[in-house]
């Protein structure tokens, strides 16, 4: 991706544990209302999931197409059971792009064209050349990586795309166990879907009264929105050519719009943190991990 | 070591540590640069070239051999320390290196294709395929599971791709998949991924408040105690956290893992080695932990039962109390 090529912005995988229906109102709206040039489908938490959107899918991906958006189908970031290879498998089946967030998947790929997604661990160049020689057309980095350590990547990257996560909770971990069924009392096999009550994720609190993470089912999430504002113009100039936004149970329309506008140069950092503040109601802005601090931190 | 008997593969945290634990019977011992290259990067630990090559002749002296870890993810711009740790643990001998990161293993397996490699657990390699990639693209002889399998998913495994295992014995529980947490960076900004160290002792503080002492990392609280009360380090993953209204060790339990008990079961799934955590534990906590794992697998050998060695590990125990983590059903 040279640094000339126009700045493209994603709406990653839906994280959270919707209804069917609100998912489907979600990803119509962005087909017909959101300056978004490609879009992550796909069940990437917890596979007890990925029954509840399968009979919406293929409607949103042609809904999504039909608006000129390009779609990408992402993928489990922890595999353990034969039944999620299996799905991994049809997923890889189907001709739409995958996002590989497991390393089961890079090999269910086997050479064909993919994305490489924020899951598996590439944070140096020798790992992102090998797999670019194996296949990977973008990789998008985990959320980790400080602003020096994206420049080096995306500066000798040549053909493949660097994506980064620029809006939205970051994800901290994948588990086995599901926290959101242990916060309810309830084992992994029997959760109910208890994800399902807390549409950005549940909040946990320290001992001293912090709000310090985010539970989603078997994923930890920060707390705060993690943000790339102020350096979004440099990763551009290093070669960053797509900048990723995590779906919340926001107005995401408006947040694409004001991405779109800031890479653009239409508006400034500033006036972009200022709105999403307004839009978050008290819960923080951080920017620690891109600035290489720690990551709950906004600098 | 006999055919189909378990491997035991024992920490060295120091040299004194590896000579305790050959002397205590382990059959190898694993260790790793004083540097980030190494997932236990802590002040007063690890080994420098030199040392590994003493530690190298203590254990073949004796038939026993060396694992080298550099199971870190090498950043950007900045991968010359792991490559170099790759060509150090060959030039010292090593009988294996114990590696995570896609290009270093890539390095190691164009620049030393006859060193024998195996996959870390922070590689978090929980599935045929993941395992099949390995072992297909970077020669990969052994992999390290996470510890998120249970017996019966193990026992697939080693079915499905005929690759070495090695399982987790006696240590910590490691709830998240393991190389791709970013909990202790979040909280107070080193990376375990790329820097080797979870909850470092300089970011960690303990604090006292009405009656009660705070232990911290970095500016979040991640328990709290009645005084006298023991109190576990504070890593992110064993802190308690409020959910609900009520305050609860959310993602683990402060136990130990311990599978002796069940070590029939491990070699009857195939497993071929047993991994005993503890890199950052005295030596003498090593002596007593290789030496009883060492007397039941011997037991487990003569076709005797393991349940006598289990007292012997009790007093060591995390927190004093033990489980079989995910190798049992209902741990999720």
Redesign the interface.
């Known amino acids: 991706m040279s640094a000339t090529a126009p700045a493209r912005l994603t709406l990653g995988p839906l994280l959270f544990h919707w209804s069917a229906a609100k998912r489907r109102d979600f990803y119509l709206r962005i087909a017909d209302e959101a300056p978004i040039d490609t879009v992550y489908l796909g069940e990437v938490v917890c596979s007890k999931r990925e029954s509840a959107f399968a009979p919406y899918f293929d409607e949103a991906v042609s809904r999504l197409q039909a608006a000129g958006k390009t779609v990408v189908h992402s993928t489990l970031a922890l595999v353990t059971t034969p039944r999620e290879v299996g799905t991994l498998r049809e997923s890889a089946a189907r001709g739409l792009l995958v996002e590989a967030n497991d390393v089961a998947c890079l090999d269910v790929l086997a050479g064909s064209p993919h994305v490489v997604g924020p899951y598996v661990n590439v944070i140096n160049e020798r790992t992102r050349d090998f797999l670019a020689s194996q296949g990977a057309v973008r990789i998008v980095l985990p959320v980790e990586l400080p602003e020096t350590s994206i420049r080096a990547i995306a500066a000798g990257a040549g053909a493949t795309a660097i994506e980064i996560h620029a809006f939205g909770r970051q994800p901290l971990s994948v588990a086995m166990r599901c926290y959101h069924a242990r916060s309810h009392n309830l084992s992994k096999d029997h959760c109910q879907l208890v994800c399902g009550l807390d549409a950005d994720g549940l909040t946990a609190t320290s001992v001293a009264g912090e709000d310090v993470l985010t539970i989603n089912g078997t994923q930890t999430l920060s707390f705060g929105y993690g943000v790339v504002l102020d350096e979004i113009g440099r990763l551009r100039e290093s070669g960053v050519g797509h900048f990723r936004l995590s779906p919340h149970d926001l107005d995401m329309v408006r947040v694409a719009t004001l991405y779109r506008d800031l890479l653009d140069r239409r508006t400034e950092p500033a006036a972009v943190a200022a709105e999403l503040r307004g839009m978050l109601q008290g819960r923080p802005l951080i920017n620690g991990f891109v600035r290489g601090h720690a990551g709950m931190t906004w600098n | 070591m006999n055919a189909g008997a378990l491997e035991l593969v024992c920490p060295a945290g120091t040299p004194a540590a590896l000579r305790a634990a050959v002397d205590a019977g382990a059959d190898s011992v694993y260790c790793g640069f004083r540097d980030r290259t190494n997932a236990r990067n802590y002040p007063g630990l690890n080994f420098d070239p030199d040392e590994l090559v003493e530690g190298i002749a203590y254990a073949h002296d004796r038939g026993r051999k060396v694992l080298v870890a550099i199971n870190t ?7 010359g320390p792991w490559c170099l740790a790759v060509d150090r643990a060959a030039e010292a001998g090593a009988d294996a290196v114990i590696l ?5 293993l ?2 190691a397996t164009r620049t030393h294709p006859s060193l024998r490699r195996h996959l870390s657990v922070q ?8 395992i ?3 072992r ?2 970077f020669g990969v002889r052994r992999v390290v599971l996470p510890r ?2 249970s017996i019966e ?1 193990v026992g ?1 495994l080693v079915a499905d791709t005929g690759i070495e295992t090695e399982v987790f014995a006696f240590g910590s529980v490691g ?3 393991e ?5 202790s ?5 080193v ?1 375990p ?2 820097e080797g160290a979870c909850a470092p002792a300089n970011h960690v503080s303990y604090v006292e ?1 009405d009656g009660r002492v ?1 232990s911290k990392l ?7 105690f009645a005084p006298g009360e023991p109190a576990a380090y504070p890593t992110p ?1 064993k ?6 209204g009520r ?2 060790y ?3 339990e402060p136990v130990a893992l311990n599978a002796l008990a069940i070590l029939p079961e491990l070699r009857a799934a195939g497993v071929t080695a047993l991994k005993i955590e503890g890199r950052q534990r005295s030596r003498a906590y090593v002596a007593q932990v290789v030496g009883a794992f060492r007397q039941a697998l011997d037991a487990l050998a003569r076709g005797q039962s393991v349940e006598p060695h289990l007292s012997a590990l009790r007093q060591e125990a995390e927190g004093g109390r033990e489980t079989f983590g ?1 190798y049992r059903k ?3």
Do not use: Q
């Not at chain 2, 993810?73 to 991968?79: E, K, M, N, S, V």
């Not at chain 2, 960076?185 to 900004?189: A, D, E, F, H, I």
């Not at chain 2, 970095?218 to 709290?224: E, K, Q, R, S």
């Not at chain 2, 802190?239 to 609900?244: C, D």
């Open positions: 993810f090498p950043p950007a711009g900045d991968t995570a990161d896609i290009g270093l890539a390095y590689a978090s390699a929980a599935n045929a395929p993941s099949r990639y390995y297909d693209h998120v399998l998913e697939a709830p998240m998949s190389g791709r947490c970013f909990l960076s979040y909280l107070c900004g990376s991924t790329s408040s705070l970095g500016p979040v609280t991640l328990n709290a993953c802190g308690r956290y409020v959910t609900h305050a609860s959310l993602f683990e995910a209902g741990w999720k």
